[in-house]
């Protein structure tokens, strides 16, 4: 059917998009995945992306004939560790220096779009894009990976707003579920208002986008997160457009032979998989206990891990006797793997994660029990939704300094995998009523073509 609509799709309905994410793995895999659903759709999509990025990105472009894959050469920055393009190359320090060197690349983004004259931009946190394109004649769409509620609890101006502010929500908040413990509002605010070379902070940012953009996008549906994206648009007095549940489809290369030999030595259900995305990297103390939290459950596990902090490699991180002791049962991997084929196996029955936003979604589409760990502001706030309010999952407590133990990994695990428990019970409810519904045939489909057609609605004006 699709192909049949991009096959008589006319040149004057053909939309002509740019994608410019920021160079996060996290961040980047999202916008494809947005990109598939518009080129299976006829339209036009240029990715900017680094370099050395599309190789990891290649097997994930469905429609290569839609989608033209755009290098962009990261600019050297003092500071930043040679050959360096995302976020999955640095470590939380060097953020800064990652946005500065995207920042430098804006006057060959600004030519480029001259060149092509795209209909739409698509970004995330550069602040100086919406005033570029509004100089071209070129919209811009500011789209949020992340999840509405996260936008929606920081709606207020929170630049210069005290660390304790943030532990309740804007006014008018539409959940009484949701909030932020201390040490996760000190992290972020300390994250937040830290200034990157040129005296602009991460908020600033989002600040100077947010008013200057013509329309904000979100992956969501009105169903799960209409409350949320309503309070947004109410905030910042801007178009909110929702793309609807952006589900990723499944890649066209298969699980590397080695990951399924593996998995194919389990029962079906029994592995539990964990992954904290391309950034994270926890400190010593957490990554053991969540290794040794993995082991105390005595099921197989599979763990996608950055080295902790302080440590060059996983194994540097491991605790002492704990390879030998889980050898033939337990991996911990410290490469990129392919995370849906591998929440796909049968084998796999419990997916830990970080709550990143393309993470979740791969988890509520998959028929894994789900536990949350998450490691900053925003993710949490999207594991208290998860857990206090849809009940899908359950999030791993920590001590009021940020600190959990392998017990409390080990318990919430066994917990949601119990088939006897009532937490477990009903958990898998919740999450076999979401799945089925963002799976529900033709739902995806309309909310695109909806989104579609707002966007030409948009050039219409």
């Known amino acids: 059917m699709q192909k049949q609509v991009a ?3 006319s040149d004057e309905s053909r939309l002509r998009i740019v994608m410019h994410p920021w160079f996060a793995m996290g961040h980047l895999t ?12 006829g339209h036009e999509v240029f990715f900017l992306l680094p370099t050395k990025t599309q190789e990891k990105l290649n097997q994930f472009n469905l429609h290569p004939q839609n989608i033209k894959f755009i290098p962009l050469v990261v600019p050297k920055i003092e500071g930043l560790p040679p050959g360096a393009e995302t976020t999955s190359d640095i470590d939380l320090k060097s953020v800064s220096l990652l946005f500065h060197a995207m920042d430098l690349t804006q006057p060959i983004v600004e030519s480029f779009l001259k060149e092509i004259k795209p209909h739409f931009v698509f970004f995330d946190y550069q602040h100086w894009l919406p005033s570029v394109t509004r100089s071209l ?35 008018g908040f539409p959940s009484s579920v949701i909030n932020l413990k201390n040490y996760e509002a000190r992290g972020l605010h300390l994250l937040c208002t830290s200034k990157t070379k040129g005296g602009i902070t991460f908020l600033d940012r989002l600040a100077i986008a947010k008013a200057e953009c013509d329309a904000i996008t979100f992956k969501g549906s009105r169903e799960m997160e209409g409350k949320y ?22 890649p066209t290369s298969v699980l590397e032979e080695k990951w399924v030999n593996w998995l194919n030595g389990f029962r079906r259900g029994e592995v539990i998989y964990c992954a904290f995305g391309s950034e994270c990297r926890l400190e010593m103390q957490l990554f ?4 040794l939290g993995f082991e105390l459950t005595g099921l197989p596990f599979f763990a996608a891990l950055k080295p902790p902090i302080g440590a060059k490699t996983v194994e540097e991180g491991l605790p002492g006797g704990f390879e030998e002791r889980i050898r033939g049962r337990g991996i911990v991997y410290g490469g990129w793997v392919q995370q849906q084929l591998i929440l796909s196996h049968p084998s796999v029955g419990c997916f830990v994660t970080h709550c990143g936003g393309g993470s979740i979604s791969e988890a509520l589409v998959s028929q894994s029990q789900i536990v949350f760990l ?14 206090g309010e849809l009940r899908v999952g359950v999030e791993i ?11 409390d990994v080990c318990n919430t695990i066994k917990l949601v995998m119990d088939e006897e428990s009532e937490i477990g019970k009903l958990v898998k409810a919740n999450h076999t009523k979401w799945r089925e519904f963002l799976l529900t045939e033709g739902l995806e489909n309309s909310y695109i073509d909806e989104f579609v057609d707002y966007l030409q609605g948009m050039l219409r004006k």
């Not at 109410?234 to 499944?250: C, H, S």
């Not at 053991?288 to 290794?291: A, K, M, N, R, S």
């Not at 998450?374 to 857990?387: G, H, K, S």
């Not at 407590?397 to 017990?407: A, I, N, S, Y």
């Open 7 to 9: 096959d008589s799709m």
């Open 30 to 41: 999202p916008f494809l995945h947005m990109s598939n659903k518009l080129a299976a759709r």
């Open 137 to 171: 004649g070129i919209k811009s769409i500011q789209f949020f990976i992340i999840n509405p509620q996260v936008v929606a609890y920081f709606a207020n101006d929170i630049v210069t707003a005290k660390a304790s502010n943030l532990l309740k929500a804007s006014p």
């Open 229 to 250: 994206c309503n309070f947004v648009e109410k905030m910042f007095n801007k178009p909110v457009i929702l793309a609807g549940p952006v589900v990723p489809e499944a």
């Open 288 to 291: 053991q206990e969540l290794v």
């Open 374 to 387: 998450p490691n900053v502001a925003d993710q949490a706030i999207t594991a208290r939704m998860m857990d």
């Open 397 to 407: 407590e920590r001590d009021k300094e940020g600190l959990f133990t392998k017990e």
